[in-house]
């Protein structure tokens, strides 16, 4: 408990020390429900491939933010025959100049796993915005926990850009994960075969509260490499916002 709490206090310390001192400003409550053909992280399939749901809420008061997302696993072997995970989140964004920086920590939850599944991340992410495009930037950073075998840093780039007079909007991701490895066989679970590279490329269709979306997902994960399912697919989902 002691390394979640350090986790979720530098998310907050990162630029959360200025936006926290700010008005707070009108509370804004969000649900959402989503459907997805699988549950794809970082390139790798969280439900080994089947078709996941999920649910979340996010809190937003001004400049902090608290969000609950829980997502169906289906006895996923790569988190301990896990049926859900929890990822509980608290973020606070400053702006610097151009750019809105946010810090956020987040725990990673999962209900019905053998041993112990359950893990913290941190970390922080620069945005910059000009008419319809935003390029984003960052990091997500796991100290040394049993449950990851080791740590783990992830390193990310992406951009978004709606086209104008439709409601598309293109995007696309690339992300480095590395880290030292205590343990190979835990360790997997977040970078099988040790590091590796990961990219996304989708569109979205958003008309009122639904938001359909598109996706192409790959990595560089040798074929040989330990436990998960990686390889390039397509994946689709449609997300209902309250």
Same mark, same amino acid.
């Given at each position: ?41 970082? @390139?790798?399939?969280?439900? *080994?491939?089947? !078709?996941?749901?999920?649910?979340? =809420?996010? +809190?937003? #008061? %001004? &400049? ?74 960052? @990091?997500?950073?796991?100290? *040394?926990?049993? !449950?990851?075998?080791?740590?783990? =840093?992830? +390193?990310? #780039? %992406? &951009? ?83």
């Amino acid at each position: 408990m002691r390394q979640l709490s350090i986790v979720l206090l530098a998310a907050l310390l990162l630029p959360g020390t200025a936006a926290a001192a700010q008005s707070l400003g009108p509370v804004a409550l969000r649900p959402a429900f989503e459907i997805a053909t699988e549950e794809n992280r970082r @390139g790798v399939s969280w439900s *080994e491939g089947r !078709a996941a749901i999920s649910a979340d =809420l996010a +809190l937003e #008061a %001004g &400049a902090l933010g608290a969000t609950a997302r829980l997502v169906s696993l289906r006895d996923a072997g790569l988190h301990g025959g896990a049926d859900t995970v929890l990822d509980l989140g608290l973020s606070a964004t400053q702006d610097v100049g151009p750019f809105a920086l946010t810090g956020q920590g987040i725990v990673h939850l999962f209900t019905g796993a053998f041993g112990k599944q359950d893990y913290a991340e941190a970390g922080i992410t620069a945005a910059y915005t000009l008419g319809p495009v935003r390029a984003t930037a960052g @990091g997500m950073y796991a100290p *040394e926990q049993s !449950a990851i075998g080791g740590s783990n =840093l992830y +390193l990310f #780039a %992406g &951009a978004d850009a709606g086209i104008p007079a439709t409601p598309l909007t293109l995007y696309g991701h690339v992300g480095r994960s590395t880290g030292d490895v205590d343990d190979v066989v835990r360790a997997d679970r977040l970078r099988p075969g040790g590091r590796y590279i990961d990219w996304r490329v989708g569109i979205d269709h958003v008309t009122g509260p639904l938001a359909v979306s598109l996706e192409y997902v790959g990595t560089d994960i040798p074929e040989v490499a330990a436990r998960g399912d990686h390889d390039d697919r397509l994946i689709a989902r449609a997300r209902f916002s309250f």
